[in-house]
């Protein structure tokens, strides 16, 4: 943030727009926080999952005979011990839920449909015992040929994973493919858009499955009694939803199962999905013991969502002027071995921060033989962005225009018509764009191998369903309790929030994070939706709280309420008509509470709709080795609207966190398979994430375009950071080589390929 903002915003507020010591600090920096995996019970058994070895293959039996007398063995699990579900899709279209599916991710049924996939599991006394177990189970399989890549799949003589599948969204429904789902988006009419063009760009794109690579894998504890119910301890984004699809997959009334939140270790959209908790319920519920279950870091490669690779194909037509008149995109994205792939986010969020009278988008949601794709950080949307922005910045050169003005100059804002129907109900976009023009880097000189890229991004940002509640100690402290796990400082945005409605100090308020039955409904924590949606619930409740001490205090002061009013953390008369009393401390009236009426306690829930989206504009600067096609970053500056900053420290770090995945998306990280459908990269020696001395100082630029919408202007600020980079760094590179690299990564053997073709005079897209 600059430093006029950063002032007005002190100004304005007491503690919004600080920077106060996070809650959860001392016991993580300590190693006293306590993770998924952390927690010890008595009686306790080692649970473990048997995986599937193939890509493709039918399972004829499972022989399980041998585990379950393996003495130290307590219970053994295959598909067969959990209900079979309904085929149907459940939720919003673009984010569908089929528990049918689900089920079968959980534990293979049929088939397994990729290497990893579960297909048993058990409850032993120890480790080893368990893993001898796995040995012993029996599992017939008949292995049958794989696809891996998109286009293949796609293909009519591919081998289709379920015999049965009819693309939604083609009439007349087709023969039973690969393709899952088709979308298609209109806006105005495209012929005539490309007609009234004088430059047109078209290209193609592939992109390759990337992890979320968090640092902890998933993992859980579970316990059942004798009646049913049963307790659970999940590292995940929302243990609401935990429990929700726990309980559906194993026929459970949601109040015989309570989620508790456990610390999570990471998680970037990729703790969205369950894979272990219900496989740990059941063996506990089997067993009669409490069950720990843990992934190692090989089955979180190989089982867990990465998010989907993608291929595209993008044309978009301009006129001299640099007015964008015509743009269109095809977009098919994997899905992993089920469907539910973000291929509708792509065609909504690709051409989103543009202007475009004339659009057009087809997405297509295309299962194989990989681990379903789960959310990871904007899911969808980073991949459109790679190929509209590299296309944007073709043509900014084909007119001779600086590649930011051609943005600002094409900048939707607020009333635009957009591709998904909807129109733009914010601003904030062209302010990225002009923070960047303005920043003094951007016309520094740039030496030999070097160049130059920039890029933009577009993100929904998310509302939904959240709760809070508040209760006020003895003492005049309070504590705020959510059901939204902290993943990006939620606790110290909430606590921020609380304080500055209460008027009190923000070393006075306890954030917690409740389990399911100590607080009301919270939905994931995702979409960059906690500190708008459940920020607006914290100051809802907050808001209840000051009513009920107003009422306290006219008691205290025999008054009417409404001749009392809440400041500065005080009650006081609404005038001096009321009568001449001395201010009443939450510290004062917390200590009485027994004689006006009991413990102050509130609690609200809200389902906001009025979401602001996400923008962001970067340029990084990179130095390119001709002689290795090493692509080393030499400078990453990195604006974005985040609306308000609560907590600007945090906002800051979700800006250099996204940026710095954007990085090993577009450079190394990719799933190496072999011809066996394989994976030959399980671990993070050869999946290669950056690391410190991958990377610059990135620098933030906080924009601020409050949100109306919000008490204090917050925007989602978690997700639109990592859609810019791959393209900002493929525009440097070509700004460096002359070479246009249109498949990520970009690593340095098709750097170099690209480089020596060049000497070739051919014009290899690489």
């Known amino acids: 943030m600059d430093d006029i903002t950063s002032r007005e915003t002190v100004k304005q507020f007491r ?116 893993d001898e177990a796995l040995s012993l189970i029996a599992v017939d399989y008949e292995v049958l040929p794989h696809v891996i890549d998109v286009d293949e799949a796609m293909k009519p003589e591919a081998p289709l994973l379920f015999p049965d599948l009819i693309t939604r969204g083609v009439e007349p429904p087709p023969k039973p493919s690969n393709i899952s789902k088709r979308v298609e988006f209109k806006l105005g009419d495209l012929a005539a858009g490309f007609a009234a063009a004088d430059e047109i760009v078209e290209m193609s794109f592939k992109t390759a499955p990337v992890h979320q690579a968090y640092i902890e894998p998933q993992g859980c504890v579970a316990r ?71 992934m190692s870091r090989e089955d979180v490669f190989r089982a867990t969502g990465p998010t989907s690779g993608a291929s595209m194909t993008v044309k978009i037509g301009v006129k001299r002027d640099g007015r964008i008149v015509a743009a269109d995109g095809l977009f098919k994205l994997q899905a992993g071995a089920f469907p539910g792939s973000p291929f509708m986010s792509t065609c909504m969020c690709a051409f989103a921060p543009y202007d475009i009278p004339n659009a057009h988008a087809i997405g297509y949601d295309v ?22 922005e590299s296309v944007l910045d073709v043509l900014a050169q084909k007119i001779g225009m600086d590649p930011l003005k051609l943005r600002l100059k094409n900048a939707a804002k607020k009333g635009t018509q957009m591709l998904s129907g909807a129109k733009l109900g914010h601003n904030g976009y062209a302010e990225t764009i002009e923070a960047l023009l303005n920043h003094p880097r951007y016309r520094a000189p740039l030496g030999k191998n070097q160049g130059r890229g920039v890029a933009s991004g577009y993100w929904f ?123 009443l401390s939450l510290r004062d009236m917390a200590a009485k509470w027994a004689q006006t009426g009991g413990p102050i306690v509130a609690a609200a829930a809200v389902n906001p709709s009025a979401v602001a989206p996400g923008f962001a504009t970067q340029f990084c600067d990179v130095e390119v080795d001709p002689e290795t096609g090493k692509v080393k970053i030499l400078r990453f500056v990195a604006a974005q609207d985040v609306g308000r900053a609560i907590h600007p420290s945090y906002v800051e770090g979700q800006i250099q966190g996204g940026v710095t995945q954007g990085i090993g998306w577009a450079l190394n990280e990719e799933y190496i398979y072999n011809s066996r459908g394989l994976m030959e990269n399980p671990g993070f020696l050869d999946y290669r994430i950056p690391v410190a001395s991958d990377l610059p100082m990135i620098e933030p630029v906080m924009v601020e375009v409050p949100n109306p919408g919000h008490p204090y202007g917050a925007k989602g600020a978690a997700e639109v950071n990592i859609c810019p980079p791959m393209a900002a760094i493929a525009n440097a590179i070509e700004r460096a080589t002359g070479r246009r690299l249109t498949e990520l990564p970009m690593s340095p053997p098709k750097v170099l390929a690209a480089i020596d073709a060049r000497g070739h005079g051919t014009n290899a897209k690489c």
């Not at 399972?59 to 011990?81: F, M, N, P, Q, Y």
């Not at 199962?257 to 999570?264: D, T």
């Open 461 to 583: 940002n998310g509302g939904g369903e959240s709760s809070a509640s508040m209760h006020v100690n003895e003492d005049g402290t309070v504590v705020v309790a959510t059901g939204s796990p902290d993943i990006g400082g939620s606790r110290a945005s909430m606590a921020i929030m609380a304080a500055e409605t209460l008027g009190i100090d923000y070393d006075r308020v306890r954030p917690i994070v409740a389990d399911t039955a100590s607080v009301g409904y919270a939905h994931l924590t995702g979409g960059s939706r906690v500190t708008f949606a459940t920020g607006m619930a914290v100051v809802d409740t907050t808001k209840k709280i000051i009513e009920e001490l107003c009422v306290r205090a006219a008691k205290m002061w025999d008054v009417d309420p409404e001749a009392v009013v809440w400041e500065d953390g005080c009650a006081k008369p609404a005038s001096s008509n009321v009568g001449n009393f001395k201010p």
């Open 15 to 130: 503690w919004v727009g600080t920077r106060p010591v996070r809650p959860d600090g001392v016991p993580k920096v300590t190693g006293l926080a306590q993770y998924g995996a952390d927690l010890a019970m008595p009686g306790m058994l080692v649970g473990r999952i048997l995986r599937s070895p193939h890509a493709h293959a039918r399972i004829r039996s499972i022989d399980t005979s041998k585990a379950a007398a393996l003495s130290g063995v307590k219970a053994v699990v295959t598909s067969g011990d959990f209900p079979e579900q309904k085929f149907e899709y459940v939720g919003p279209e673009r984010v569908a839920q089929n528990f049918w599916h689900m089920t079968r991710n959980i534990m293979a049924r049929e088939k397994a449909l990729y290497e990893g996939h579960a297909v048993a599991a058990v409850a032993a006394t120890s480790k080893a015992i368990a």
């Open 367 to 388: 299962v194989c033989n990989r681990p379903k794709v789960a959310a990871y950080r904007a899911p969808g949307s980073p991949m459109g962005a790679f190929a509209v």
């Open 224 to 294: 059942c009694d004798a009646d049913g119910q049963g307790e659970l301890w999940s590292s995940s984004q929302g243990h609401f939803v935990v429990r929700a699809y726990t309980a559906q997959l194993l026929g459970m009334k949601l109040g015989d199962l309570r989620v508790y939140p456990a610390e999570i270790g990471g998680a970037f959209g990729g703790k969205t999905v369950i894979y272990v908790e219900p496989v740990a319920v059941m063996l506990a519920r089997k067993s009669g013991h409490p069950v720990k279950l843990v």
